[in-house]
T-cell receptor, first 114, second 116 residues
Framework: AQSVAQPEDQVNVAEGNPLTVKCTYS??????LFWYVQYPNRGLQFLLK??????LVKGSYGFEAEFNKSQTSFHLKKPSALVSDSALYFC????????????FGTGTRLTVIP | GAVVSQHPSWVICKSGTSVKIECRSL??????MFWYRQFPKQSLMLMAT?????????EQGVEKDKFLINHASLTLSTLTVTSAHPEDSSFYIC????????????FGAGSRLTVL
């Protein structure tokens, strides 16, 4: 069975500083890993994904994530945070050959302080 | 890119009434759509997988008679909350895949249901 853990409910970072939002996963077989962002009262917007290939994945709005198989992690990062990055971030995993049945982590609320 | 539209974006209803939420893929055909429920400050919980032309597949613990799903066409899936009660108040989100090979789900903006 697939599962995702986001150990931090809340992450605060000063504007301009680097940010990291943590995610670890458990899945049988090769993982399909995703990051989505949710703004208040909105649906989810896709940020980036890892299916195969380079462990460092670059996505929308300057975000990137590194797939680490040995640590079963897929942390989201950005070199310089913006106030507009403040939102709820979800890590998700799907197993097997398809990525349509996603299991989400509990989410991490990122607050970027001006 | 792919766009998924949900309607209504918010709805308030009286206890005991039924509410229908629509999920449309605007520029692609979606043979499969997914319905999620999100409680305040919590993650998304997959409720069911909606398959065009066949019965929906419900996740464990989700009452299929309570949450009726119909996927009558390749661009429309509906979720009907029957005999709604205050505990059904939640944020409901649908998603769909355009199966373009990108392995990315597109999510609707969500529908907030408040049952009085």
């Amino acid at each position: 069975a697939q599962s995702v853990a986001q150990p931090e409910d809340q992450v605060n970072v000063a504007e301009g500083n680097p940010l990291t939002v943590k995610c670890t996963y458990s899945v049988s077989g090769n993982p399909y890993l995703f990051w989505y962002v949710q703004y208040p009262n909105r649906g989810l917007q896709f940020l980036l994904k890892y299916i195969t290939g380079d462990n460092l994945v670059k996505g929308s709005y300057g975000f990137e994530a590194e797939f680490n198989k040995s640590q079963t992690s897929f942390h989201l990062k950005k070199p310089s945070a913006l106030v507009s990055d403040s939102a709820l971030y979800f890590c998700a995993v799907a197993g097997g050959t398809g990525a349509n049945n996603l299991f989400f982590g509990t989410g991490t609320r990122l607050t970027v302080i001006p | 890119g792919a766009v998924v539209s949900q309607h209504p974006s918010w709805v308030i209803c009286k206890s005991g009434t039924s509410v229908k939420i629509e999920c449309r893929s605007l520029d692609f055909q979606a043979t499969t759509m997914f319905w999620y429920r999100q409680f305040p400050k919590q993650s998304l919980m997959l409720m069911a997988t909606s398959n065009e032309g066949s019965k929906a597949t419900y996740e464990q613990g989700v009452e299929k008679d309570k949450f009726l799903i119909n996927h009558a066409s390749l661009t429309l899936s509906t979720l009907t909350v029957t005999s709604a009660h205050p505990e059904d108040s939640s944020f409901y989100i649908c998603s769909a895949s355009d199966f373009s090979g990108a392995n990315v789900l597109t999510f609707g903006a969500g529908s907030r249901l408040t049952v009085l």
